[in-house]
């Protein structure tokens, strides 16, 4: 859906909701990560909005690419004003959506994470966050993530995996439900 909304007119918006049709006809449950910073348009693209509206209607939850404003700079680094989403969780209340890399920090903000269409994943946690990060965030309205095969742990070693994270995560406390029940429940699964 991304590489559709890069310029969007009418025909456009039509492919792109023939894109989404299609997903939800295979068996996805979501559209996602899309980066409307990253991909050329903006939060207020009219294509954009069509999607949103649209998994509205058919229940299909939409993971966002989100940068923690206060993160270090690394390669590829988009900036991804954290307003752009407020406004978009609040302005779609029907819309599920997934704010990747925990929402940029918003998770930890009590009033954005009671938006009750807003969840945030783990994605990359521990290249951005200390392992305080789990206990920090509502616990219902968080899924694991881990960006596979990106590195996580890049002191311990060069290899992708995800154990690791999980590790983390249960160490620190996570149950079953944030380790996959969440995210079954948002999914439909």
Partial sequence: VDDLLGAMDAAGIGKTLDEVWLAEDAGFSGLGELSP?????????????????????RGLAVNLHVTDPRSKPYPGRVETPLADFIALAREFPGTKFILAHWGGGLAFDAEISALPNVYFDTAASPLLYGTDVWAKAP??????GSDYPLVLYPKSGLAPEFTGIIAEARATGANAALLGGNAAGLLRL
């Fill in 139 to 144: 616990p219902g309205r968080v899924l694991f």
């Fill in 37 to 57: 910073h990253a991909q050329g348009y903006g939060p207020d693209n009219p294509g954009f909005r069509a999607v949103l509206q649209e998994a509205a209607k």
